[in-house]
């Protein structure tokens, strides 16, 4: 079968690799639809491997090379023995993490935090990223009809800017602002106004993104686009909050200017996630952080539980997910028209996804 395997830094290619074969007890056999590229896999191209291991992995023993693809959706093919979550032919999303159930954080109930968590695409036998894949029968959610394979590919990235904005604790009524309108910047920006926000004010550089951004709020409510750049983001904050500040800030751009500009603007009391992941160290007026009594709270995945909430959402209506996919192409493309486009700066593209099952 066909799967995009990682080789080496720079290295991926699209192979003929080993069909999976029957599941074993509380595993599934499933065929893969769409599945996206994220920002932990286009670190792994340009400058791994970092996740991806080299030696077996403590949970699984799996290294490289691996079959990618951590974010998609997949029709269930077969179950294995003791399977009743989920049957033949059922469209799911799935969980891709992958925890020992046994250390101090998942005993507590954080598998997110697993001290030896191993990931579907990234650390495991398998990826969304080929043409059938096993996973655990507890990774799968089943979606309602209301929610296509194209959404459903969209529910990991979503969860994890799901989870950035709850960890702000955003309130009805609030102003937020988003720095970097990439998947998860817009994915949280659609879900701060689900939640209620009063509106939400996005930074982005990437005149194409900014423009995609501006679109976000359609039917939804208020979005703000503003391009630091060219524009006094200091200034548009202060004009929509009464010069207090905004309530809420996230950082998903992965820039220290970003963070600087999200502890800046936040309101004394507010909030700022950082959720973006940074290659470097960032340099910040830590000072500010206590002069303004802020709460300042970093993020890592998302719980493991949260996929049905994350899905429920999605099939009413209310968050619009396939909002944020600028393209879709074909598995044998997925170097030059996927990672080699994500990585030019300018590009345009926000999120793109690989119809696997085409």
């Given at each position: 079968m066909r799967a995009a395997v990682f080789h080496d830094r720079g290295a991926i290619s699209v192979d003929e690799v080993r069909e999976p074969t029957t599941p074993g007890p509380g595993e599934v056999l499933v065929r893969p639809q769409f599945c996206g590229i994220c920002g932990?896999?286009?670190?792994?191209?340009?400058?791994?491997?970092?996740?991806?291991?080299?030696?077996?992995?403590?949970?699984?023993?799996?290294?490289?090379?691996?079959?990618?693809?951590?974010?998609?959706?997949?029709?269930?093919?077969?179950?294995?023995?003791?399977?009743?979550?989920?049957?033949?032919?059922?469209?799911?999303?799935?969980?891709?993490?992958?925890?020992?159930?046994?250390?101090?954080?998942?005993?507590?109930?954080?598998?997110?935090?697993?001290?030896?968590?191993?990931?579907?695409?990234?650390?495991?036998?398998?990826?969304?990223?080929?043409?059938?894949?096993?996973?655990?029968?507890?990774?799968?959610?089943?979606?309602?009809?209301?929610?296509?394979?194209?959404?459903?590919?969209?529910?990991?990235?979503?969860?994890?800017?799901?989870?950035?904005?709850?960890?702000?604790?955003?309130?009805?009524?609030?102003?937020?602002?988003?720095?970097?309108?990439?998947?998860?910047?817009?994915?949280a920006t659609m879900y701060a106004l689900a939640g209620g926000a009063r509106r939400v004010i996005v930074s982005e550089s990437d005149p194409v993104r900014l423009e995609r951004a501006s679109k976000l709020g359609e039917g939804l409510g208020e979005v703000i686009a503003v391009n630091p750049a060219s524009e006094d983001l200091s200034a548009v904050v202060r004009e929509h909050t009464q010069g207090l500040g905004v309530d809420l800030a996230m950082e998903c751009a992965g820039k220290e200017l970003a963070l600087q500009a999200c502890i800046d603007a936040v309101k004394p009391g507010g909030q700022v996630v950082q959720t973006a992941l940074h290659v470097v160290p960032a340099t910040i007026s830590a000072e500010m952080l206590a002069v303004k009594d802020l709460t300042f709270s970093g993020t890592w995945c998302y719980p493991v539980y949260d996929f049905p909430r994350v899905v429920e959402l999605i099939a009413t209506g209310r968050w619009p997910v396939d909002r944020v996919v600028s393209s879709t192409i074909a598995l044998e493309d997925v170097v030059e028209k996927g990672f080699e486009r994500l990585i030019q700066r300018g590009s345009g593209d926000v999120k793109v996804l690989i119809e696997v099952a085409r």
């Amino acid at each position: 079968m066909r799967a995009a395997v990682f080789h080496d830094r720079g290295a991926i290619s699209v192979d003929e690799v080993r069909e999976p074969t029957t599941p074993g007890p509380g595993e599934v056999l499933v065929r893969p639809q769409f599945c996206g590229i994220c920002g932990t896999d286009l670190h792994e191209f340009t400058d791994g491997p970092i996740v991806i291991p080299v030696e077996p992995h403590p949970l699984n023993g799996s290294k490289a090379p691996q079959i990618l693809g951590h974010e998609f959706s997949a029709y269930v093919v077969a179950v294995g023995a003791g399977v009743t979550s989920v049957k033949e032919g059922d469209l799911c999303a799935v969980m891709p993490l992958i925890f020992c159930g046994e250390c101090d954080q998942c005993v507590r109930g954080a598998n997110h935090l697993c001290r030896t968590m191993a990931c579907t695409g990234l650390s495991a036998t398998w990826g969304g990223l080929s043409e059938y894949a096993v996973v655990k029968a507890s990774q799968l959610v089943a979606v309602p009809s209301t929610v296509t394979a194209l959404q459903a590919a969209l529910v990991e990235p979503a969860a994890v800017a799901a989870y950035g904005v709850d960890r702000g604790r955003l309130q009805p009524g609030q102003t937020v602002l988003i720095t970097g309108a990439g998947p998860i910047g817009s994915l949280a920006t659609m879900y701060a106004l689900a939640g209620g926000a009063r509106r939400v004010i996005v930074s982005e550089s990437d005149p194409v993104r900014l423009e995609r951004a501006s679109k976000l709020g359609e039917g939804l409510g208020e979005v703000i686009a503003v391009n630091p750049a060219s524009e006094d983001l200091s200034a548009v904050v202060r004009e929509h909050t009464q010069g207090l500040g905004v309530d809420l800030a996230m950082e998903c751009a992965g820039k220290e200017l970003a963070l600087q500009a999200c502890i800046d603007a936040v309101k004394p009391g507010g909030q700022v996630v950082q959720t973006a992941l940074h290659v470097v160290p960032a340099t910040i007026s830590a000072e500010m952080l206590a002069v303004k009594d802020l709460t300042f709270s970093g993020t890592w995945c998302y719980p493991v539980y949260d996929f049905p909430r994350v899905v429920e959402l999605i099939a009413t209506g209310r968050w619009p997910v396939d909002r944020v996919v600028s393209s879709t192409i074909a598995l044998e493309d997925v170097v030059e028209k996927g990672f080699e486009r994500l990585i030019q700066r300018g590009s345009g593209d926000v999120k793109v996804l690989i119809e696997v099952a085409r």
